[in-house]
């Protein structure tokens, strides 16, 4: 069974530009979890789609959004790239909407220059 | 809403010994507590769960207590190895607004000493 699969896994986009991370679950998960770690930081979550829909957003500004595909794949744009944007992004799904694993991506780590 | 505190950010312990990592959270209607393994430049995976009708699992050298009055649950890691440096995290989940949601610990580096 395939993984969670992230791309591109490095981006460098300059200040100001927009950036687009891409995030296939794994088969038969129908909901995709946005989070931003930091270097040597936390898991900072982003954003939440189940079904389609957005479910919840953490606290992050309006310029970071997302929309999830009918096949449940799933867009983080952020635009307007400023530079402590730069950060490992990981993607998560899991089976169901809540009390289940979120299994993860490898990662999309966007620098911002 | 809900906050998880996890302590300590950094643990260093000797190889053989025990390692304890304990997280609080605030909300008392969380009902699932994972912890998740993250090594140097790996993703994020779950190695333990618990969910808020059981106070203590186990699996192998690992296991995790909840004290559900307290609000608080621990990760214990026995005869460390090490293999078990990484990156921890521990989360609590609830239902908020019809919504769930997993609330993150800020994550503990654990160092084994050989």
């Known amino acids: 069974e395939a993984g969670v699969t992230q791309s591109p896994t490095h981006l460098i986009k300059t200040r100001g530009q927009q950036a687009t991370l891409r995030c296939s679950p794994i088969s038969g998960h129908t909901s995709v979890y946005w989070y931003q770690q930091a270097l040597g930081l936390g898991l900072q979550f982003l954003l939440w789609?189940?079904?389609?829909?957005?479910?919840n957003r953490g606290n992050f500004p309006p310029r970071f959004s997302g929309r999830q595909f009918p096949n449940y794949s799933s867009e983080l744009n952020v635009n307007a790239l400023e530079l402590e944007d730069s950060a490992l992004y990981l993607c998560?799904?899991?089976?169901?909407?809540?009390?289940?694993?979120?299994?993860f991506g490898q990662g999309t780590r966007l620098t911002v220059v | 809403g809900e906050n998880v505190e996890q302590h300590p950010s950094t643990l260093s312990v000797q190889e053989g010994d025990s390692a304890v990592i304990k997280c609080t959270y605030s909300d008392s209607a969380s009902n699932y507590f994972p912890w998740y393994k993250q090594e140097l430049g790996k993703r994020p995976q779950l190695i333990i769960d618990?969910?808020?009708n059981v106070g203590e699992k186990k699996d192998q050298r690992i296991a995790v207590t909840l004290n559900k009055t307290a609000k608080h649950f621990s990760l214990h890691i026995t005869e460390t190895q090490p293999e078990d440096s990484a990156v921890y995290f521990c989360a609590a989940g609830l239902f908020m607004d019809s919504n769930y949601q997993l609330i993150w610990g800020a994550g503990t580096k654990l160092i084994i000493k050989p």
């Open positions: 618990i969910r808020s």
């Open positions: 789609y189940d079904e389609g829909e957005e479910r």
């Open positions: 998560a799904s899991s089976q169901q909407r809540g009390l289940t694993e979120a299994f």
